[in-house]
């Protein structure tokens, strides 16, 4: 299962982006997305940047994540500007970070991996940063 095909984020409307230089998510502009502000709320932001970091994750672990328990542990967020129209999220700096949590679960078991993710709009600025802090623990030996 795809992390867009997720229940909860398939309910909000969270679906690949039709800009992939802009992000690997999106976030339609609706207006069950707005505030009293009529701008998008941080809440469906705060969405958006979590399965964003959940889709990098099981991209990035590929099979391997089968093996895993995946749970967020922990989420920082920082509001850098409004938002307005159609939002994408991407995870510009995880590769490295993916790498060493991968090699510490096959020395301890488990690791925690910090993924950062922004929102940006239609002219890539961004609206929303957060990091989401993974807590993996594997049940099975890991594939290589």
Known sequence: MEVHDLPFNRFLGIKMS???ELGLLQLDDLPQ???HLGTVHVCAQFALAEACGGYLLATALGDRLAGCDAVMRRAE?????????????????AGEAVARAIDEMRQRGRSLLAVPVEVV????????????????????ALAS
Do not use: H, I, S
């Open 33 to 35: 997305y707005e505030n």
């Open 18 to 20: 039709d800009r992939p």
């Open 77 to 93: 967020t920082r509001l850098r500007k409004p938002a307005a129209g159609v939002l994408y999220a991407r995870a510009p700096e």
């Open 121 to 140: 709009d239609a002219t890539g600025a961004t609206t929303l940063g957060a990091t989401f802090e993974w807590f993996l623990q594997r049940r099975t």
